[in-house]
């Protein structure tokens, strides 16, 4: 099992920045790849961006290039994302999770967090 607990979330402003966090607990980090997704309320849950367990590669959906960076910090069990030039339409709740597959479906991944709020003003 692995646990995943994310923070960093709240409200920004449009144009304003937020860095995601996820600590990982359990299983060793280091042999998971890592993902971020967001669920708009009425949408379903998407998938924002990925990094491969070593963190040599990565991978974004097209609407944050550019804006977000995911990253991790395999000593510290953290992967992050750092969400910058934030639009209203990134509010969401983010969730990270981890899963033995590198990619973009849901079904890659076999660990979720609990999520966190991002809200982003006009």
């Known amino acids: 099992q692995v646990q995943l607990v994310e923070s960093g979330g709240g409200l920004v402003q449009a144009g304003g920045s937020l860095r995601l966090s996820c600590a990982a607990s359990?299983?060793?980090?280091?042999?998971?790849?890592m993902g971020w997704f967001r669920q708009a309320p009425g949408q379903e849950r998407e998938f924002v961006a990925a990094?491969?367990?070593?963190?040599?590669?990565?991978v974004y959906t097209d609407s944050v290039k550019g804006r977000f960076t995911i990253s991790r910090d395999n000593a510290k069990n953290t992967v992050y994302l750092q969400m910058n030039s934030l639009k209203p339409e990134d509010t969401a709740v983010y969730y990270c999770?981890?899963?033995?597959?590198?990619?973009?479906?849901?079904?890659?991944?076999?660990?979720w967090g609990q999520g966190t709020q991002v809200t982003v003003s006009s």
């Open positions: 999770a981890a899963g033995a597959t590198f990619g973009t479906p849901r079904r890659a991944y076999d660990y």
């Open positions: 359990g299983r060793t980090f280091s042999n998971y790849n």
């Open positions: 990094i491969s367990w070593s963190g040599g590669r990565t």
